[in-house]
C-alpha cells in the first residue's frame, strides 16, 4: 500500500465481516439457495409486485472502490483541509481531547449497540450515560440532567417549549441577543407556525452585555411571558450579569433558561447556575453545548446538547414537561441495584403527537465520552484547563491591546478566555491575512449587533489546546500589521460572585483504568458485530470499521467551521459529494445534510412543507397532516412540534389526521380518497413510512402521492427503511416531495447506544427553494456555500453532525453503484426468507397479510391457545411479547422489537449483514423460544435469566426516579453477566432451554 495514508489501527483481514464484498454477509451460494427456497430466481424478482414505473433503472454512483483505495481516498480529501493554530471559538471552542476519547471510541460493545431499551441487556449503555448525568450534576448543580438531547440550540427550542407548557396561557418567550445567533436563527425556524413568540433582549453598546433597563422595560410591558433564556458567557466573550437576569425572571414569575459552557463550570470557574441570582435561587433550566467537553470541532458535529432541570423538594413536577431521556436508578426484581430509561410516558413513541418532543435518537455516545472525559480531567484537570485558558487570555488580551489602534472593545466588563477586539483595520481581511500567516485568528463580529455596529471586530478563543509559542504567534502576526505604540489593558478581575467558590468534586481517574472500565461495560451490551441484532424498524447492521477510520482522521476532526471557506475545502467535499450521493440514491434532485436524526429530518420536511405552503399564501388553510396509525411515534410527534396540533371543531378535525390499516397491512386508499373529497384543500401533506413499519410495500404510494399533489398537499416519506429499496425505486417517481435517510440505520453509522444519528433529507423541485442551511456548490473547481432563495432556516448551527457524513460518504463509496442495490436486495432477500420458514410455525401479523409480500422486516406473533396458555401460566397478556423479548436475551440475541407497530408483534429485521447459516440458526433459535412459550409458558415469569440483572422494576424507576448519584471517588459498581452472551450464542438450543427451565425453577 502506498504511503500517504495515516495508518488503520485494526486488522481488516481479522475481522469478520469487514472485507465481505459490500459488507453482505451471504455469498452467491446463500443467495441462489434462499432465492430457491422463496421458488425465485433473481434478486429482481423479490422487488415484483412493485410497479415498474417507479423503479430506478441504474444508480448514478460510481463504480465501488475498494479497500485500499478507500483509505487512499478518505485521506486524500482529509489532507485538502489546512489546519492552522486557531483562535475560533464562538460557541464551539476547541479544547485538548483527553487520552480515553480514541480507545473509548474503539469499544464497538457502546458505539454499535442501540438505544438500551432492553435495559438487562444494556447495562453497558445505560452506566455510561449514567456517570454522565451524574457528574454533569456535580458539574452544573442541577439535579436532573437528561441523557442528552442533539445540540445547544435545539436544547434551546426544548427549554422554551417546556417552560410554554409549565406556565399556564403563555405564549412569548425572550431570548438575549447575547446569544449565539446560529442558536437564535435555530430556536426561530422551530418555533415559526407553532404560535411561540420570541421577542429579543437587546445588548449595551458600552458593556457588550445584555441591556438591564431594556430588559425590565419588556418584561414590564410584555404580557405571557414564559420563559428568558440568556448566556453565562456571551457572544462577545464577556460575562453576563446573571444575578441581576436571574432576580428579574423570579420577579416577574418566568422560567429562568441559563445557556452555560460546561467546561467553565470546573473547578476553578464560572459560578454554576443553580447559584445564579442574589439569593441563590438558581436558573430553572440549564442549557449547554458540550461537543468540546468530549471531542475536537469536527467541523461542528457531532454535538452535545446539555439540558438539565430542577428536580428537588420544592418542584418534582417540572421534568415531566421536559423532553428527552432520562436514565434513572432502580432495581431489578431481586433488588439488585440497576440503571434503566425512566419517564418514558412523555415520549414519542409512547404519547405520539402528545409527546413533549419529537426526539429520538439523541447524542448518547458523545454524552458517554464526554463523561469518560470528565473522569479523565477530574477537579484537577478542570483547574488546570481553566488556569491555562484563562492565563492565554489575559496575556493575549494585554499584549494585543497594547498595539496601535487595537482595543479590548469592552474594557468594563469582565471575561473568561474569549474577548473581543477592537481592530482600526477591515476584520474581514486582517482575518485572511493571519490565515496567509498560518493563524485562524478569530470570528469577525463586526454585524453580531446593530447597536456596535461600524466598528471592526474580532472574537477570539484561548485554550488548553494552545502553546505559549502560539501565543507569540499571534503576537508577532500582530506585530506585522500595527506599531506597538501603547500600554496594553489588562483583562478585568472576575467579581468573584461571578466564580465557582465549591469544587465539583470529580475524581480524576487514571486512562488506563477509565478505558478498562468502559470495556468492561461494553461487554455488557450487544453488537451487530457478534451476530443478528433483530430488532425491527432500527436496521441494526454492520457498521464498518473503516468509516470510523475515516472519520477520525486528524484533518477532519481538528478543523473548525468557521474556518475560512480555501482552508475547508475537504469537509466542503464531502458535503458536496454527499449531496450528489443522494440525490443519485433517492432520486431527487435536492438534498439537506443539516439534520441530525430522523426524527429532524422530518421536521425539517414539514418545515419546509409549511414553508412552501405559506409562499403559496395558503399557510393557515393547510392544517392537516395526514398519517397512518402505523407510523413511528416520531410522525405525529413531529407534526405537533412543527404547529399541527390535533383538535376537533365543529366535527372537523385539525391536526393530524389518521389514516387505518387495509387486512393486507397496505394504508386504506380509500379513507384517504374520502378524506381528500371533502378536506384536500385544508392538508398540508402526509407522512407515510415506506416500506411501512410491517415490512411491507405501500403499493398504493405512487396514486397517494399524485391524489395529494392534486388537491395542494406534499409527500413526506419516512426513510426509516430505506434499507429495503435503496437504489432500485425511484423517490421522484413515487411522488416524494421529502424524505428522511437516517444515517445510522441503512447507511451503516453506529448507533451509539440510542445517538448520534443523522439524516440526510432528499427533497423534490417544489421544495428546492426552501432548503434549510446551506448547500455547497462546485464553482471553478471550488467547493462554496450558498443559501436556497426562500431557505426556511436552519436545522443546525453548522453543517449536522458532519463526522457522520464522513461515515455515510466512506460506506458509499464502498459500496458504488452496484452494492447500494444489492445491499437493500439482500436486506429483503435474507427478512423474506426468514418470514418463509418461521411463518411456517408462528402466525404472522396483520393478522390476515400473509400474502403480502414482506421486504425487509416483518411480524411475528404467538397463536391464541399459545397466548391463552401464558395467560394462564400468570403472565398477563399484554405483558407476553415483552417478555418473550427478554427470552432472546436468554439465548444471546437482542430482542426483536416489541409491540411495535402490533401491540401483540414482534418485529424482526435481519439486515443484509448475516450468511445463510447465520439466519437459519437464527430461524432455529426463535422456533425454539416460541416452542419454550409454548411448552412452559411460566419461564416468561422470571425472564431474563443470564443478563447481569433480572427484569427491572420499571414500576419502581418511575415512581421515586433517581436521576444521578455522586461520584467522587469510585465508578459505579459493574455486575458481572451470569452467562456470557457469546456463550449462550454458542450453546446448542436444547442445551440453553434445559438450562432455562433450571434456572427458572431456581428463582422462584
Ligand atoms: C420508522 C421510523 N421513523 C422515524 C424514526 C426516528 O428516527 P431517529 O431515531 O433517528 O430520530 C425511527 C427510529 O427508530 C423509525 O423507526
Not at 464551539?92 to 469499544?107: E, F
Not at 393557515?620 to 412543527?642: E, F, L, Y
Amino acid at each position: 500500500m502506498k504511503t500517504s495514508h495515516i495508518p488503520l489501527n485494526y486488522h481488516p483481514e481479522k475481522l469478520k465481516r469487514e472485507l465481505r464484498p459490500f459488507y453482505i454477509g451471504a455469498d452467491e451460494k446463500d443467495i441462489q439457495e434462499m432465492l430457491k427456497t422463496l421458488g425465485l430466481t433473481k434478486l429482481e424478482d423479490l422487488y415484483a409486485h412493485i410497479d415498474d414505473d417507479v423503479k430506478m433503472s441504474s444508480v448514478a454512483l460510481p463504480r465501488h472502490l475498494s479497500y485500499e483505495e478507500l483509505i487512499l481516498h478518505v485521506n486524500e480529501i482529509a489532507n485538502k483541509n489546512n489546519l492552522k493554530i486557531s483562535f475560533l471559538g464562538d460557541g464551539l471552542p476547541q479544547y485538548k481531547v483527553t487520552d480515553v476519547v480514541g480507545p473509548v471510541c474503539n469499544i464497538r460493545g457502546l458505539t454499535t449497540a442501540y438505544t438500551p431499551y432492553q435495559p438487562e441487556r444494556s447495562q453497558g449503555t445505560l452506566q455510561t450515560l449514567w456517570i454522565y448525568q451524574s457528574l454533569m450534576s456535580q458539574l452544573t448543580g442541577f439535579e436532573a440532567i437528561n441523557a442528552s438531547l442533539y445540540d445547544r440550540s435545539t436544547c434551546l427550542f426544548e427549554a422554551m417549549n417546556c417552560a410554554l407548557r409549565l406556565v399556564k396561557d403563555s405564549t412569548t418567550v425572550i431570548v438575549a441577543n447575547t446569544l449565539y445567533p446560529g442558536d437564535l436563527e435555530v430556536l426561530e425556524t422551530h418555533a415559526k407556525n407553532t404560535g411561540m413568540i420570541i421577542l429579543r433582549a437587546p445588548v449595551n453598546p458600552h458593556s457588550g452585555k445584555i441591556d438591564i433597563p431594556a430588559l425590565t422595560r419588556l418584561l414590564n410591558t410584555t404580557p405571557l411571558v414564559a420563559a428568558m433564556a440568556f448566556p453565562q458567557v456571551n457572544n462577545l466573550g464577556n460575562l453576563e450579569s446573571v444575578d441581576e437576569i436571574v432576580d428579574l425572571c423570579s420577579t416577574n414569575n418566568i422560567k429562568s433558561i441559563a445557556v452555560v459552557d460546561p467546561m467553565l463550570l470546573g473547578s476553578g470557574g464560572l459560578k454554576t447556575p443553580v447559584k445564579f441570582g442574589t439569593r441563590m435561587q438558581g436558573s430553572d433550566m440549564v442549557v449547554a453545548e458540550g461537543q468540546h467537553l468530549a471531542i475536537g470541532p469536527n467541523f461542528g458535529g457531532p454535538g452535545l446538547g446539555i439540558f438539565g432541570i430542577r428536580y428537588n423538594d420544592q418542584d418534582k413536577i417540572s421534568i415531566r414537561s421536559s423532553a428527552g431521556r432520562y436514565i434513572g436508578k432502580t432495581q431489578d426484581l431481586k433488588g439488585r441495584e440497576c440503571k434503566s430509561l425512566i419517564l418514558s410516558t412523555r415520549e414519542q413513541h409512547i404519547r405520539r403527537d402528545k409527546a413533549t418532543s419529537n426526539i429520538c435518537s439523541n447524542q448518547s455516545f458523545v454524552a458517554s465520552i464526554a463523561g469518560a472525559s470528565m473522569l479523565a480531567r477530574g477537579d484537577e484537570g478542570f483547574e488546570e484547563t481553566l488556569n491555562l485558558s484563562r492565563s492565554f487570555a489575559e496575556r493575549a488580551s494585554e499584549e494585543l491591546s497594547s498595539f496601535e489602534g487595537v482595543e479590548l472593545r469592552f474594557k468594563g466588563s469582565a471575561f473568561f478566555n474569549e474577548f473581543t477586539l477592537k481592530l482600526p483595520v477591515n476584520t474581514k481581511e486582517f482575518i485572511s491575512k493571519g490565515s496567509a500567516q498560518g493563524l485562524h485568528v478569530g470570528v469577525d463580529v463586526s454585524n453580531r449587533h446593530p447597536e456596535v455596529s461600524g466598528e471592526n471586530l474580532l472574537l477570539m478563543s484561548f485554550t488548553d489546546i494552545h502553546t505559549d509559542k502560539e501565543i507569540e504567534a499571534l503576537i508577532a502576526f500582530f506585530s506585522t500589521q500595527f506599531e506597538k505604540t501603547k500600554k496594553g489593558t489588562p483583562a478585568q478581575k472576575i467579581p468573584e460572585v461571578m466564580l465557582r467558590s465549591d469544587k465539583p468534586q470529580i475524581p480524576k481517574l487514571s486512562t488506563q483504568d477509565i478505558i478498562d472500565y468502559y470495556e468492561r461495560l461494553g461487554k455488557q451490551n450487544l453488537s451487530p458485530d457478534d451476530g443478528i441484532y433483530p430488532l425491527g424498524s432500527c436496521t441494526m447492521k454492520y457498521n464498518p470499521y473503516i468509516n470510523d477510520y475515516a472519520a477520525s482522521l486528524p484533518g477532519f476532526t481538528n478543523i473548525h467551521p468557521e474556518a475560512p471557506v480555501e482552508d475547508v475545502q475537504g469537509c466542503l467535499e464531502i458535503l458536496y459529494q454527499i449531496q450528489e450521493q443522494f440525490k443519485a440514491i433517492t432520486g431527487l434532485p435536492g438534498v439537506v445534510t443539516q439534520a441530525v436524526a430522523g426524527a429532524q429530518g422530518e421536521l425539517v420536511g414539514i418545515k419546509m412543507f409549511q414553508a412552501y405552503h405559506n409562499d403559496k399564501g395558503e399557510g393557515d388553510q393547510r392544517n392537516v397532516i395526514i398519517i397512518p396509525r402505523s407510523a413511528h411515534g416520531t410522525n405525529p410527534a413531529t407534526a405537533t412540534m412543527a404547529g399541527y396540533e390535533s383538535k376537533v371543531i365543529e366535527g372537523k378535525v385539525y391536526g393530524i389526521y389518521t389514516v387505518e390499516a387495509l387486512p393486507n397491512g397496505e394504508m386504506n386508499l380509500n379513507q384517504i380518497k374520502d378524506f381528500l373529497k371533502t378536506d384536500g384543500h385544508r392538508v398540508a401533506g402526509v407522512m407515510v413510512t415506506n416500506p411501512n413499519t410491517a415490512g411491507i410495500f405501500e403499493t398504493g404510494f405512487k396514486e397517494m402521492s399524485d391524489l395529494i399533489h392534486s388537491v395542494g398537499g406534499l409527500v413526506y416519506m419516512d426513510g426509516a427503511n430505506m434499507n429495503a429499496i435503496a437504489g432500485l425505486l425511484d423517490l421522484n417517481k413515487l411522488g416524494v416531495d421529502a424524505v428522511h435517510n437516517n444515517l445510522h440505520k441503512t447507511w451503516t453509522i453506529p448507533h451509539g447506544g440510542g445517538g448520534p444519528g443523522d439524516a440526510i433529507v432528499g427533497v423534490s423541485h417544489r421544495l428546492l427553494d426552501f432548503i434549510p442551511g446551506v448547500q455547497v456548490v462546485k464553482n471553478q473547481g471550488m467547493y462554496e456555500i450558498v443559501k436556497a432563495p426562500k431557505s426556511c432556516g436552519s436545522f443546525h448551527r453548522h453543517f449536522g453532525n458532519f463526522a457522520h457524513k464522513i461515515r455515510a460518504y466512506t460506506y458509499i463509496k464502498a459500496l458504488g453503484c452496484d452494492g447500494v442495490r444489492k445491499m437493500s436486495e439482500v436486506a429483503v432477500l435474507s427478512a423474506r426468507y426468514l418470514f418463509k420458514k418461521l411463518s411456517q410455525t408462528s402466525p404472522t401479523l396483520p393478522a390476515e397479510a400473509q400474502s403480502s409480500p414482506r421486504m425487509h422486516e416483518f411480524i411475528l406473533t404467538l397463536s391464541q391457545e399459545t397466548f391463552k396458555k401464558v395467560e394462564a401460566s400468570g403472565t398477563p397478556r399484554a405483558n407476553t411479547v415483552a417478555r418473550i423479548g427478554k427470552l432472546f436475551l436468554d439465548f444471546g440475541f437482542h430482542a426483536p422489537t416489541v409491540a411495535f407497530p402490533e401491540q401483540y408483534g414482534l418485529m424482526i429485521e435481519p439486515t443484509e449483514t448475516y450468511s445463510k447459516k447465520e439466519l437459519d440458526q437464527f430461524v432455529s433459535v426463535v422456533e425454539s423460544i416460541l416452542r419454550l412459550v409454548n411448552d412452559h409458558p411460566e419461564v416468561l415469569k422470571t425472564v431474563p435469566h443470564f443478563t447481569p440483572i433480572d427484569r427491572v422494576d420499571e414500576v419502581l424507576a418511575n415512581k421515586s426516579p433517581v436521576f444521578s448519584e455522586k461520584i467522587t471517588s469510585h465508578l459505579p459498581r459493574i455486575i458481572p453477566d451470569r452467562v456470557d452472551a457469546e456463550k449462550l450464542r454458542n450453546s446448542t438450543s436444547s442445551d440453553l432451554c434445559e438450562q432455562i427451565l433450571l434456572a427458572h425453577r431456581n428463582s422462584l
